[in-house]
């Protein structure tokens, strides 16, 4: 039933009192990545830095991109790598108690890790297919549930007042079929991980936990510089496809994780952000 007037909090001013830059400022919180040790997961740990937030990163990869070694010096900011694997939950739940004991919380957190396999549909052997969807939705659950079940636990502070955050990535592939891969299992994935976002984000809203999603379209990350490399035609359609005619940058996607990660999305849950060049606005010429 509708608040009648009499319960409504009356004070109409606090948008005086938030500027811009405190709301997207992330000093003081503590924010986890998954698959941040390259790629796009290590440019929002960037981006995290950038806006003063520490970071946990949890990746499989024994050697993270030479650009890690930027994150852990530049920044001013508490940065540490762990290796894990997203896909074994006991394993996975060891890291998210080490990252608590480490950092003391967490303020956010963003499930970056996925792969891309591109294989035709028919050719796909069931090992390969529960890879796929182990990596992609079934870490994705274990990693947002693990953050979740932390945040509901810890008190607000100062520098976080509103709860936690969680950012799943999907991809424009959740709402279209490839224009020149085979990418049956990634494509299923996505989608998933899109409903999951929307479903979390009911469940979480009143334990002040959002959760949101990023849709990228074709970002240049070293993943699709091999896939253009062993595909010949590829590159053209990352480039031509998107009506901006060019492929995304992940300077592109910086700015949209620190504002789902920040209190200046406080009233944003339950949403994805395409992020695609307008390749979803479904102007292909
Ligand atoms: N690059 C793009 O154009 C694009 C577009 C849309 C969506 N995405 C999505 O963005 C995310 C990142 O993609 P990327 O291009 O940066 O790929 P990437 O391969 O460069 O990075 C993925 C990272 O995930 C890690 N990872 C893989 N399996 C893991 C596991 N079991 N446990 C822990 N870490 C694991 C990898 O080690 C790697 O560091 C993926 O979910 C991908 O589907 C990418």
Redesign the pocket.
Known sequence: MASNSADLDRSNDRYLHHTVQSLFSLKGKVIVI??G?????LAFGIAVAEAGGDVAV????ETPHEHFSKLQNDYGVKVKLYK????KFEILKATFDEVVEDFGRIDGCVA?????PDQPFLERSPEAVARCFD??IT?VFFTAQLAAAQMVRQKPTEFNPKGGSVIL?G???AYQASKAQYLSDYCSSKGAVLSMARELAVELADRNVRVNSIS????M????LAISDTRPGLAKIFVNEPPMKRMGDRTDLKGACVYLLSDASAYHTGDDLLITGGIHAGRTE
């Open positions: 998954t698959g040790a390259r790629g796009i997961g949890l990746d499989v990869l894990t694997d997203v896909t970056a890790a996925g792969i891309c990596i992609n870490g990535i991809s424009v592939a990228p379209g074709y970002m990350t070293d993943m699709t």
